[in-house]
């Protein structure tokens, strides 16, 4: 073979999605994976800055810098992005009820760099609609929601032309147990409801309009079945050019191409045998890159250790790896599309489109995708899915090596040694990250910043453009805290329906259930009232899944279970247990921040004579952290490994019984 | 084995005082006792129920129930109101009973944060309850935890789903039933003509927001009603309320307030309760003797005739009714 003759495609964005600790450690991260071959960047913000609220708001308390980096204000982004010229680079930012605020952010930087806004290239992900639903990130009600995506994709359409105001994600649903009618069908309906709303802004021209519809793109999943993934992809392309043609007029087939970004499964990556998530990842990204014709423009591989905790820098290297392997050892980019004119293939198409459309149309029955968030229809879909996979892995009929079989292994090299093999984020970061914020603060001038912040809420009220007095606040040197503020102040805040309240039809039952629901019932009898539970989601985390399960299995096994949703506070949890008189709280922190939230959760259990409620906890704890928790009077403490949930509810009976002094029954 | 429930600290006296003072700690100690079915819960549940009743259930809090069929807005309407009393300088209590009846056990209550998300505010407290089995109606804890709330409290506040007979037992319990009905839903019209909807004392149309169609049921609401309760002295009124814009909040609590003052005014309250009271036993004893055991004391109407003119103690009475019927001492089995 003649090596010269062969035509190679230009391989996809290659990312790894991170940021860390405070600006100036995630700067340095940036660089050195700029110099090891990365060709864009995926910025994670943590979660204070992605809920608006500043690193010193008491609901930041353990979230500052924790799994993302802290941006209060035009001095951290700039520090972010120092020595990376912004002009040349392409920027992808992680970022939904505050992204209005981070694009200012990002381009009054630029401006300082002294940038042209114009050149900018990036993405800001923008969509709030899968926060409501997955994410977790919301702070408005979905209707002025909707309308602050809209305002971002207009600013862009006509004044950064090439930035990609919003990526319709597709990829926190199957995060959250959605199947690929699932996915297909509720990112389209996203976008016809953000699509929907711009063309009737009024504030474009029939001809901007379809200028509009092609800046759209979207960020999918792929997981492991990874040949009925491949299918999903090809689907989306052509309902994607349909539904550009067919609904929105737009002829240009270049305007009409689904243009996507991926991130393959994490759901599925496992804390037992984590070595084998390697094997995972890379059969996830074939799923995304095979067909030429359906192929990923950019993809962003999680770690190894995705279960365990954070990736440390090694880590994401040998992800990015795995990537440039692909693209540049294998052949793959050499040829045409692979699957083009397989009945196989085409068949499984014909089949997600005809089913993806059936759900499209439901959708459209009940009103569209914004209704059927508020009135919780699509949170509920995504439980009972989410019910379904972990019924398949209780059963064994959804195999999962290391989990649910051969479960054997000996000792693993990757998590021995001092690290246990993951990212320690340095407890100094919060404190460091306050001065700096207070000190940035009385640099400014409040004259400017009070303003800038009445020119916000003038456009927020009066329902002009949002982005312009966005960016003069950045300059103004306004916070993240306070522009959200503002805009709380006006909009309102939300709570989205939690989707637990599933038909128990869609259950199943096992003789584990059967037997553990006796022991429920009995011990409830003994202790003279039903046995109840509160399911306490503290914090910023967003991470619901978990919860939501152990609430579904928890009123199947017949406990009565209080569970309100995410982010309450401390205080709120302390309360609820009291009132409701629970047997027992159960927290769920996936975040990071479980030691400082317990302590403070058992402070006003103290405060309020309700210390004598037992707690356990389940999430993503290390092993460390683990032992200190059992130290301080957690009861018990889950985790992934934790993947048999009647055990669970075993164990948490058998802690009611015993804080009751009742005597062990089996 | 004797169990020490790992909250029962003290003696009913101290808890009873406690409650009255409106500790917090204590109000759930006391809801878990009087949830508690044990013999051995039995006697302290009774003693308290005795100490805090007395004087309680003839003048005490405003007991008011919402009830309508799932999604009206009930709850989102109860966060409004409590909002608004709270204003008003007024305490709440609330009992938000589940709709889902499950046979097996096992329930999800959710409703609290739609009701009450102040978590700093002490003059709220929110405890739900699942219906327990107890299909069309509330189960049996119900009334006597909401007299622990009347002691405590300024409102005492109760959800309940009113689905055909589950509306009446909330009539029964409360002194002000307000229904709330749903804009474009004519099951509410027709139950209400053909006599199913035991008439409440005030209909409010919610979602208001949704425009013309929510005052035409307004209007359709009025046509059906005989202007008049049933109670006398009372002509019903309909409001419109949204929720979701926090609008005819105000003149919800109001006429609530109106219909407590006039029950008041007309000396109702005490007659009311009692036979509250009254309809509580006679249930239990139903539940426990059926029908047949109710006539042997004379049916219904003597029972109540009996309670009325009694001090109202709520065990002491029923338990005085059961040993007439058995032959023997209840209240220390254990
Ligand atoms: C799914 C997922 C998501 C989904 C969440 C969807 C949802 N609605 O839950 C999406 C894609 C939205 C998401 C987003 C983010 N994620 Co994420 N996510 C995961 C992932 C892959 C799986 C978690 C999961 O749902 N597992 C399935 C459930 C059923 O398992 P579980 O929660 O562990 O619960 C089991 C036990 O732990 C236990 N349990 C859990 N809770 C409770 C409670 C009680 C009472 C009991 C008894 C038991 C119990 O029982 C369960 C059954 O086995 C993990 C990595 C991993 N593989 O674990 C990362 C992970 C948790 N995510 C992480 C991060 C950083 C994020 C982001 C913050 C990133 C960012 N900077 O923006 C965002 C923002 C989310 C937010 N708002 O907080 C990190 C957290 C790092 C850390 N703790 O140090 C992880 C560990 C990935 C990583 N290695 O970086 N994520
Ligand atoms: N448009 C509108 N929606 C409302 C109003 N009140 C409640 N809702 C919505 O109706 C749904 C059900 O409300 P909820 O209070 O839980 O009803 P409940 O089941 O009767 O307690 C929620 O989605 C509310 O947001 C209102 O006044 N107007
Ligand atoms: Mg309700």
């Known amino acids: 073979m003649n090596n010269e003759t062969i035509q190679r495609d230009r391989p996809w964005l290659m990312r790894t999605y991170s940021g860390h600790s405070s600006a100036r450690a995630s700067n340095e991260l940036y660089r050195t994976n700029l110099s090891r071959g990365q060709t864009g960047l995926s910025v994670a913000f943590d979660l204070p800055t992605q809920t608006g609220y500043d690193s010193d708001h008491p609901l930041a308390r353990g979230e500052v810098g924790k799994v993302g980096v802290p941006i209060d204000h035009i001095g951290d982004m700039e520090t972010l992005f120092d020595e990376i010229p912004l002009g040349e680079m392409n920027t992808s930012m992680t970022i939904n009820a505050t992204a209005p605020w981070l694009l200012a ?51 862009t359409v006509e004044h950064i032309p090439k930035w990609n105001p919003t990526n319709i994600c597709s990829y926190h649903l199957q995060e959250a147990g959605a199947t690929p009618t699932q996915e297909l069908a509720y990112a389209l309906s996203s976008a016809i409801a953000i699509l929907d709303a711009v063309r009737d802004s009024g504030q474009v021209s029939a001809d901007r309009f379809h200028d509009v519809v092609g800046r759209i793109s979207f960020f999918v999943n792929a997981g492991i ?72 423009r950019a993809i962003q591989l999680p770690a190894w250790n995705e279960a365990l905790g954070l990736p440390r820098p090694w880590d994401q290297q040998w992800a990015l790896r795995m990537q440039q392997v692909l693209a540049l050892e294998t052949d793959i980019l050499e040829y045409g599309d692979l699957l083009d004119g397989s009945p196989v293939i085409e068949a499984k198409v014909t089949d997600m489109i005809a089913s993806a459309r059936q759900e499209m149309l439901e959708i459209d029955s009940r009103g569209g995708m914004v209704a059927c968030i ?30 649910n079989c051969f479960k054997e292994s000996a000792q693993s090299p990757l998590t021995a040694g001092d690290e246990s093999g993951i990212l320690h984020v340095d407890s100094t970061v919060e404190s460091e990250q306050i001065a700096s914020l ?104 967003g991470h619901s899944n978990g919860a939501e399960q152990i609430a579904v299995k928890g009123r199947d096994a017949g406990f009565e279970i209080v569970y309100e949703g995410i982010r309450l506070t401390p205080a709120q949890i302390a309360r609820a247990a009291q009132e409701e008189g629970v047997h027992l709280i159960g927290l769920s922190v996936l975040s990071g921040s479980h030691l400082e939230l317990v302590e403070a959760i058992h402070l006003e259990l103290t405060a309020i004579g309700a210390s004598h409620i037992p707690i356990v906890i389940g999430g993503i704890i290390p092993e460390d952290d683990a032992k200190l928790l059992v130290k301080k009077g957690l009861k018990a403490v889950f985790t992934p490994k934790d993947s048999d949930m009647n055990d669970i509810m075993d164990r948490m009976v058998d802690i009611i019984r015993e804080t009751n002094g009742l005597e062990p029954d089996v | 084995m004797p169990s020490l429930s790992a909250d029962s600290r003290r003696g009913v006296e101290e808890l009873a005082a406690s409650v009255q003072r409106g500790e917090r700690s204590a109000l759930a100690e006391a809801l878990n006792l009087l949830d508690d079915r044990r013999d051995s819960a039995r006697e302290r549940s009774a003693k308290l129920v005795h100490l805090l009743q007395g004087n309680a259930l003839d003048l005490g809090a405003h007991i008011i129930g919402m009830t309508g069929p799932p999604g009206v807005g009930k709850s989102s309407l109860g966060a409004c109101l409590i909002s608004e009393w709270r204003r008003r300088g007024m305490t709440v209590g609330v009992l938000a009973v589940d709709p889902s009846s499950p046979l097996s056990g096992g329930a999800l209550l959710g409703d609290r944060l739609r009701l009450h998300s102040n978590s700093d505010d002490r003059g709220v407290f929110f405890r739900s309850l699942s219906s327990r089995g107890h299909y069309g109606g509330l189960s049996a804890e119900v009334w006597p935890m909401c007299q622990v709330m009347a002691s405590a409290f300024d409102v005492v506040m109760i959800e309940t789903v009113g689905v055909g007979q589950r509306e009446i037992d909330i009539s029964r319990m409360c002194d002000t039933t307000c229904f709330v009905a749903q804009p474009g839903s004519g099951d509410s019209i027709q139950s209400l003509k053909a006599g199913i909807l035991e008439v409440p004392h005030i209909l409010v149309v919610n979602k208001s927001d949704m425009g013309a169609i929510a005052t035409r049921t307004a209007s359709e609401l009025a046509g059906a009603l005989t202007s008049e309760h049933p109670d006398g002295a009372w002509r019903v009124p309909i409001l419109s309320t949204s929720a979701t814009q926090g609008k005819g909040i105000s003149e919800l609590a109001d006429c609530l307030k109106v219909h407590f003052q006039n029950l008041l005014q007309n000396k109702l309250l005490k007659h009311r309760r009692r036979g509250y009271q009254a309809h509580w036993i006679v249930s239990r004893l139903r539940e426990e003797f059926g029908s047949h055991g109710v006539e042997r004391l004379g049916g219904e109407a003597a029972i109540a005739e009996q309670i009325q003119s009694e001090t109202p103690d709520l065990y002491s009475q029923y338990d005085a009714l059961r040993r007439q019927l058995t032959g023997c001492d209840t209240t220390n089995k254990s």
Not at chain 1, 226 to 241: H, P
Not at chain 1, 376 to 402: A, C, D, F, N, Q
Not at chain 1, 494 to 517: C, F, H, M
């Open chain 1, 374 to 403: 508020e009135s919780g229809y699509v949170k509920r879909e995504l439980v009972e899915s989410h019910t379904r996979r972990m019924l398949g892995i209780e059963s064994g009929e959804l195999p999962i090596v290391g989990v």
């Open chain 1, 225 to 296: 079945r990874f040949v009925e993934e491949t299918c999903k992809m090809r689907a989306f392309v052509q309902l994607w050019d349909e539904l550009a043609g067919e609904r929105y007029g737009v002829e240009d087939p270049k305007k009409r191409r689904f243009r996507y970004g991926v991130q393959v499964n994490s759901l599925g990556l496992t804390e037992s045998q984590p070595e084998n998530n390697v094997q995972r990842i890379v059969l996830e990204m074939l799923a995304v890159t095979l067909s030429k014709n359906a192929r990923a």
């Open chain 1, 105 to 155: 952010l990002y381009v009054a930087v630029a401006e300082r760099q002294g940038v042209d806004p114009v050149s900018l290239q990036g993405t800001t992900q923008n969509d709030v609609l899968k926060e409501y639903l997955s994410r977790g990130t919301y702070i408005f009600p979905p209707s002025p929601s909707v309308r602050l995506t809209t305002d971002l994709i207009l600013y």
């Open chain 1, 438 to 541: 207070k000190a940035f603060r009385t640099n400014r001038s409040e004259i400017n910043v009070a303003d800038a912040l009445k020119a916000l809420r003038a456009a927020a009220k009066h329902g002009e453009n949002i982005m312009p007095p966005s960016i003069a606040c950045a300059k103004a040197g306004v916070t993240t805290g306070e522009w959200s503020e503002e805009l709380r102040q006006i909009f309102g805040e939300y709570r989205a329906p939690t989707g637990v309240d599933i038909n128990r039809a869609q259950q199943g039952s096992s003789e584990a259930l059967e037997l553990t629901r006796a022991r429920v019932q009995r011990t409830g009898e003994e202790l003279g009232r039903p046995l109840r539970l509160l399911i306490g989601k503290p914090g910023l985390d």
